[in-house]
């Protein structure tokens, strides 16, 4: 996910300097009502919408509406650069919801959590479950498994049998030579969560006593593959941000260790 990350930054999804919506330090109606009709995480205050040395904070508990906590001064940790990779920038981001971000030590915009929603971070999310998929349909494929036929795939008739139908229809209509690249993304998933040499792999490189449920835990991404696919919000609240943070940490590991499983086969 570094890598994929560099290739846009905090100022590609911030809310630009003209745009953000600010208030007078001393306009308390104001402030409460765009929490209210707005649902912001942070109401920056300012007398002329250049500097910001005060923010209204807010919280969303559950069960409840958002609601302003306090007015406090701004300080330098409130900041970060406008160049920080997105990549970068999500990780700042599991103790708080907003920063202001600046340019030429200047405020350039505003950044919540909300703009990891937006394309440019979904279009990071779907290159590195794109990139699981891919290595984990050739690791299968490297391993003889999957390549012209079902042998070595561990997977129940019904799966096995739709396969097959698309792998004959593909392989006539518009060339496909790999049984494995037919499957659907939690077919390939399970198919490599079976796959002894790989989880053997695993167990040497992280703990013997990893477990198949824990590899289930660790590494199931279907649901959260799905909602990036299907333009779903995939992070509704701020709790659930924070709780996903883990599973992009997650999809960067199964890369490296996909990766490192393949080096190996090839050097060997």
Known sequence: MQR????????????????????????????????????????PASVDSLHFPYVFWTEHHANSDRAITDRRDTNLSDHIPDSTPLAE??????????????????????????????????????AGLSRVEELSRDLLAGDKCGVDSEHGLRLSP???????????????????????DELQ???????????????????ARLAPTISKA??????????FRDAVMHGRTLFPTYRAFKSGTGTVRRIGELIDHLHAYIAIRKAA
């Not at 846009?8 to 409460?32: K, Q």
């Not at 700042?92 to 990891?116: H, K, P, Q």
């Not at 077919?187 to 167990?203: D, G, S």
């Open 4 to 43: 994929l990350g560099e290739t846009f930054t905090v100022s590609d999804v911030m809310v630009p300097l003209a745009e953000i919506a600010s208030v007078n330090p001393s306009d308390r109606y104001a402030v409460d009502r765009i929490v209210r009709e707005k649902k912001y995480s942070v109401v």
């Open 89 to 126: 920038a999500f990780y700042l981001f599991d103790s708080r919801e907003w920063y202001f971000a600046i340019r030429a030590n200047r405020v350039s915009g505003l950044i919540t959590y909300w703009a990891f929603n937006s394309r440019e971070f979904r279009v990071q999310l779907y």
């Open 158 to 180: 019904a799966v096995i049998q739709k396969a097959r139908e698309r792998f004959e229809f593909v392989r006539q209509e518009m060339g496909g030579n790999r049984f494995v």
């Open 185 to 203: 993304f939690h077919h390939v998933h399970e198919a490599l969560r079976k796959h002894q040499p790989w989880f053997e792999f695993l167990q």
């Open 214 to 223: 824990d590899y289930e835990r660790e590494f199931n991404f279907t649901e």
